[in-house]
């Protein structure tokens, strides 16, 4: 169970163009879905979370109008890096957890998609 | 802001070997999460710890956490080639929020290679 697929698993494409990643979860409602960034030999540095129905909360840094995120179902999640630059090429991966309302505190364990590498050329 | 740091970033071990990975963090959190990555995948989830003193053994990787220390970590017993990759720790940020959902800060990431 908790498993998180992305699509596609890489993609190419030339500077100014606009990529979609889309984040589903298989088997289980996401009610929330994170988007983060890795670069080569760094660590994951979260982008935004997004509630389904809602809108995506970004972090510090991170271009809202340049990264759309859509999280229109309990499944799918989108982001969309827009007119793209070769600055923009990294892994990009997403997480997806669901509501869990037992134990206490309330513990929703994130579950990750095998991510996305985005090359801009 | 929290900050999540991992010492040390790079090990280099021999085979048979055991070691330990540090994380420390710097603001109160009660879960604490260990990930492996392998080159060019994402990550698999390895220990979740959820309170002060869990301790979670799998293996080879024993994981342990200090809340009042803020500092969590991972042994490893008798390395072998195959537990070469990357370890990540990450650390809840609870955020106040409808759903209860909180978000990851991640450390810097432990390099891991095992020479035969």
């Known amino acids: 169970g908790a498993v998180v697929s992305q699509h596609p698993s890489w993609v190419i494409c030339k500077s100014g163009t606009s990529v979609k990643i889309e984040c589903r979860s298989l088997?289980?409602?996401?009610?929330?879905m994170f988007w983060y960034r890795q670069f080569p030999k760094q660590s994951l540095m979260l982008m935004a979370t997004?509630?389904?129905?809602?809108?995506?909360?970004?972090e510090q840094g991170v271009e809202k109008d340049k990264f759309l995120i859509n999280h229109a179902s309990l499944t799918l999640s989108t982001l969309t890096v827009t007119s793209a630059h070769p600055e923009d090429s990294s892994f990009y991966i997403c997480?997806?957890?669901?509501?869990?309302?037992?134990?206490?505190?309330?513990?929703?364990?994130?579950?990750f998609g095998p991510g996305t590498r985005l090359t801009v050329l | 802001e929290l900050k999540v740091e991992q010492n040390p970033l790079f090990l280099s071990m021999q085979e048979g070997k055991n070691y330990t990975i540090y994380c420390n963090y710097s603001?109160?959190?009660?879960?604490l999460y260990w990930y492996r990555q392998d080159p060019g995948k994402s990550l698999e989830s390895l220990f979740v710890?959820?309170?002060?003193?869990a301790v979670k053994q799998e293996g080879r990787l024993m994981a342990s956490l200090d809340t009042k220390a803020r500092l969590s970590t991972l042994h490893i017993t008798a390395a072998v080639h195959d537990l070469s990759a990357t370890y990540f720790c990450?650390?809840?940020?609870?955020?106040?929020?409808?759903?209860?959902?909180?978000?990851?800060?991640f450390g810097t990431g432990t390099r891991l290679t095992i020479i035969p």
């Open positions: 997480s997806a957890s669901g509501r869990n309302d037992s134990g206490r505190p309330p513990y929703n364990e994130q579950f």
């Open positions: 088997d289980f409602q996401a009610t929330t």
């Open positions: 997004s509630n389904e129905g809602s809108k995506a909360t970004y």
């Open positions: 603001t109160t959190s009660d879960r």
């Open positions: 710890l959820l309170s002060n003193g």
């Open positions: 990450a650390v809840d940020m609870p955020e106040i929020s409808n759903f209860g959902n909180e978000k990851l800060t």
